[in-house]
């Protein structure tokens, strides 16, 4: 039987959102949380907006679609005593004035919330809710009005079905992935997060445990095709506006993918056939290819990681013929570094008391590096002059880490991102 446990292991790191871009994300949102909270302070209208965020952000089961744009949600709570006397549209109205202005393109007033648009990057949802305390939030839909909705319950929820390891977040998003590839004709991602939670099949391989889910979910859906949302509003059928049309391909699609998987875990299937199996549902350039090779070490294999110093790393970056500039500030200036540049990685600051040992960590990540199988990742001794010397030789994301060895204890890390973009 083909194992592809590692594989697909490979392929959530590729499709979830790393830690940076979630860091950015946050700062991006409170800036926005900000603007609303300023609107309202001069507004003196008595209401004063809390925020909770929502959807697959706060679940982590988000995924870098492949065109590059996504959306998250932030809920805006307005704690009242009775129902607002104002409408639902002047709340919508209030907001759309709160943010306008915050991105070059104006936000857009939609039925359950208001977008801000980041062009080319991703979307703000806001979605707007009066709550009484101790009762459920009230939603405020533009057509249907004030309706009960409380997406905070159903992270918990979901957050109640998920494992320690988390599988279920990965098999969220592997169903994610494969509906990004079949560019929306497949269900969202709220009603395939329900569906996997009600149907997953848990086992030590991701491979093995995505094949026995997707048959469960075919098996419940032929049975009774509907996705009951399991909290408020409890027991709407998501899947109940699915015409035959829609229903007959998502079964087929079903079908044909189970089929896939089967044929990928047959003891006579190869390695190599195994990955094009999967590939014809997750895209041949978007998952990992079984002559992918994982290079990548950790110090805390052979070391005892106690950090007690500072370290701080950076690189400069030349090209024959152009001024040398610092990594730090290219990032700082948000200028694009660009490939066939070269890098030299060096300590700006150490506090570790010599004699200590230096070593250097190079990792390429991403889909190029699979593609080219030079992801890297071992740990490299130092050459003696306390620096390290490379070359941006393709895109994508790549970072270096330098560690400081004393006594044979691993006591001061810095790490420096690289992202080499594709010149436009």
């Known amino acids: 039987m083909a194992n592809c446990h590692k594989l697909f292991l490979d392929f959530n790191t590729l499709i979830a959102l790393n830690s940076k871009r979630k860091k950015t994300l946050r700062i991006s949102r409170n800036a926005v949380r900000k603007k609303i909270k300023r609107y309202f302070g001069n507004k003196q209208n008595g209401l004063s907006p809390k925020f909770h965020g929502q959807g697959s952000f706060m679940m982590n089961t988000i995924i870098e679609p492949l065109d590059g744009e996504f959306d998250i949600d932030d809920g805006i709570y ?71 909705s409380d997406p905070r319950e159903f992270i918990k ?49 991701d491979d093995v445990a995505f094949y026995k889910t997707l048959l469960h979910i075919k098996s419940s859906l032929e049975w009774s095709f509907v996705c009951n949302r399991p909290t408020t509003p409890a027991n709407e059928n998501l899947l109940e506006d699915y015409s035959k049309t829609n229903k007959d391909y998502f079964l087929e699609q079903l079908g044909s993918f189970i089929q896939s998987a089967k044929k990928a875990l047959d003891e006579k299937t190869s390695q190599k056939d195994a990955c094009k199996a999967w590939q014809r549902h997750f895209g041949k350039d978007h998952f990992p290819f079984e002559s992918y090779t994982n290079t990548e070490e950790f110090i805390e294999t052979n070391f005892i990681v106690d950090i007690r110093y500072e370290l701080k790393i950076d690189c400069l970056v030349s090209q024959k013929g152009f001024r040398t500039h610092s990594l730090s500030q290219i990032l ?93």
């Open 157 to 205: 929820w979901f957050n109640n079905k998920a494992d320690n390891d988390g599988q279920l977040k990965r098999i969220v998003r592997y169903l994610k992935a494969w509906s990004d590839y079949r560019k929306g004709d497949l269900p969202s991602g709220l009603i395939f997060s329900i569906l996997a939670a009600n149907n997953i099949v848990f086992d030590e391989r």
């Open 78 to 148: 307005f704690k009242v005593e009775a129902e607002p006397l104002q409408s639902v549209s002047t709340f919508h109205q209030w907001i759309c004035e709160a943010v306008d202005g915050h991105t070059t393109q104006k936000p857009i007033d939609k039925q359950t919330c208001v977008r801000l648009i980041y062009a080319g990057q991703y979307h703000l949802d806001l979605p707007i809710y009066y709550i009484i305390e101790g009762q459920t939030p009230y939603l405020a839909h533009k057509r249907k009005g004030w309706i009960k």
């Open 332 to 424: 700082l200036s948000r200028l694009p570094l660009f490939r066939d540049k070269n890098l030299k990685f060096n300590i700006v600051d150490c506090n570790v008391p010599k004699p200590y040992q230096v070593k250097w960590k190079v990792r390429n990540v991403g889909k190029e590096a699979i593609r080219r199988n030079q992801i890297r990742g071992q740990i490299l001794n130092d050459s003696g002059n306390y620096q390290r010397i490379e070359s941006s030789d393709f895109h994508g994301s790549h970072f270096v880490e330098c560690y400081i060895i004393k006594d044979n204890v691993c006591v001061a890390r810095s790490r420096i991102d690289v992202p080499i973009k594709l010149p436009e």
